[in-house]
């Protein structure tokens, strides 16, 4: 069977106009995705450098080293689920290239 709309223009079907299939489109998404998750990790290992240099919470930033001793003492309190927790973000993190 061939779709009616596939007739008229001549290009198959999950193809677009462009000549890229759904898949070429879904890597381009998920190329974009792990793009911000660098720019987010890096920005994030800044604030933690600058931090520690200048000391206190600063404007841009807040108090990310405070908020990251928050989060390791709240892992840390909830035992098991805690250390799943930390399993599951250390597991994330670590299928990311930082430059």
Do not use: E, Y
Request: hydrophobic residues 55%.
């Amino acid at each position: 069977m061939v779709c009616i709309q596939c007739r008229k223009t001549g290009i198959p079907r999950g193809v677009n106009n462009k000549g890229n299939t759904l898949m070429d489109t879904i890597s381009s998404i998920k190329a974009w995705i792990g793009g911000l998750t660098d720019i987010g990790l890096m920005l994030l290992g800044l604030a933690i450098v600058a931090a520690l240099l200048v000391g206190g919470t600063l404007p841009f930033f807040g108090s990310v080293v405070g908020n990251i001793i928050g989060l390791v003492k709240d892992l840390g309190a909830n035992g098991l689920v805690g250390l799943i927790a930390l399993g599951v973000i250390l597991w994330l993190f670590s299928k990311r290239h930082v430059a």
